[in-house]
C-alpha cells in the first residue's frame, strides 16, 4: 500500500470523527470543528493527488479509494447538516442517489477490469461541495445555494463518468479476441 493510499483511509478514518465533532457542537449551534474537520479531509485528498501524480504512485486501487472517501465523507457530512436543519433533506437524497450511483457502477466496472479515474467535471464539483460546506461557517443560505451549484455540476460529472465508462466498455469489446465484426 503507498502513501496516496494510506491518506485516503486516512479521509475515511476522519468520517467519525466529523460525526464526532458535529454532535458535540451541535450543542453550541456552531460548526467550526465539524468544518475543520472537513478541510483537514479536503487538504489531504489535494495531497494524495498531488503525491499520487508527482511520484507516478498511482493505482487502481487508488483510483477507487480516493473518490470512495470523498462521497463518503461528503453524504456523512450532508447527512449531519441535514439531520440538524441546516440544509433539506432533499439535498442529501440527491446526492447520495448520485453517489450511490457513481459507488457500485464504479465497483462493477473496477470488477470488469475498467477504471474510470476522477475527470474535470468531478473535480470541480468536488471543490464546490468543499466550498458550500466551509461557507457554513458563514451563511447557512448562500452555503446551500452553493450546494445547488455543487449538485448540478456532480449530475454533469455524472454522465460524463458514464460516457467515458461507456466508451471504454465499447473500445474493449472491439479489442477482445475474436470480436472483429458489431
Known amino acids: 500500500m503507498n502513501i496516496p493510499?494510506?491518506?485516503?483511509?486516512?479521509?475515511?478514518?476522519?468520517i467519525p470523527v466529523f460525526i464526532a465533532s458535529f454532535m458535540v457542537s451541535s450543542r453550541t449551534?456552531?460548526?467550526?470543528?465539524?468544518?475543520?474537520?472537513?478541510?483537514?479531509?479536503?487538504?489531504?485528498d489535494i495531497a494524495?493527488?498531488?503525491?499520487?501524480?508527482?511520484?507516478?504512485?498511482k493505482t487502481d486501487l487508488g483510483a477507487v479509494l480516493d473518490p470512495l472517501?470523498?462521497?463518503?465523507?461528503?453524504?456523512?457530512?450532508?447527512i449531519?447538516?441535514?439531520?440538524?436543519?441546516?440544509i433539506?433533506?432533499?439535498?442529501?437524497v440527491?446526492?447520495?442517489?448520485?453517489?450511490?450511483?457513481?459507488?457500485?457502477g464504479g465497483f462493477l466496472t473496477f470488477r470488469k477490469g475498467i477504471v474510470t479515474p476522477a475527470n474535470v467535471l468531478g473535480k470541480v464539483a468536488t471543490i464546490f461541495f468543499?466550498?458550500?460546506?466551509?461557507?457554513?461557517?458563514?451563511?447557512?443560505?448562500?452555503?446551500v445555494i452553493f450546494l445547488i451549484v455543487s449538485i448540478v455540476v456532480s449530475f454533469a460529472a455524472l454522465f460524463n463518468y458514464g460516457r467515458i465508462t461507456h466508451d471504454k466498455r465499447k473500445a474493449r469489446r472491439y479489442t477482445e479476441p475474436g470480436n472483429t465484426v458489431r
Do not use: Q
Open 48 to 57: 494524495d493527488g498531488y503525491i499520487a501524480r508527482k511520484y507516478n504512485m
Open 94 to 104: 440527491l446526492v447520495a442517489i448520485k453517489e450511490l450511483t457513481m459507488i457500485v
Open 5 to 14: 493510499n494510506m491518506i485516503s483511509i486516512f479521509r475515511i478514518l476522519l
Open 88 to 92: 433539506p433533506v432533499w439535498i442529501v
Open 80 to 86: 449531519c447538516f441535514a439531520w440538524y436543519r441546516y
Open 69 to 78: 472517501a470523498d462521497k463518503l465523507m461528503l453524504i456523512t457530512a450532508l
Open 130 to 143: 468543499h466550498i458550500s460546506i466551509v461557507t457554513f461557517l458563514f451563511s447557512d443560505k448562500l452555503a
Open 29 to 44: 449551534g456552531s460548526v467550526t470543528y465539524p468544518v475543520i474537520v472537513f478541510i483537514i479531509a479536503g487538504i489531504s
